[in-house]
């Protein structure tokens, strides 16, 4: 059963740090790209960020660029985003998701974890 689990989401004030990991099991990890991406109350779900599955080619949403970071570590079939500067703006349910083709649009996705939740506070 594939699963992905994203954690480390929390209530943050503005300009503040928050990483969260996506833990992966029942799929050959380092055989997909692995995607961020997130859904703000009363809004649709956008890329955040992507990571292809061996050489670290990344995508980042232009929103985001410059204060997130993602990575990932194989042989711990994880995927981290490391937010800094957070802003109002960020506060969504993000979520990780396999993706069968590295391109970072949600119509490449084809298997979503669970979300988790990050607020940010002005």
Known sequence: EVQLQASGGGLVQTGESLSLSCAASGITF???????????????????????????????????KGRFTISRDNAKNTVYLQMNSLKPEDTAVYYCARLFIHYCNIPNVDYWGKGTLVTVSS
Not at 40 to 48: C, L, Q
């Open 30 to 64: 380092d055989d997909y790209a692995i995607g961020w991406f997130r859904q703000a109350p009363g809004k649709g779900r956008e890329a955040v960020s992507c990571i292809s599955r061996s050489d670290g080619t990344t995508y980042y949403a232009d929103s985001v």
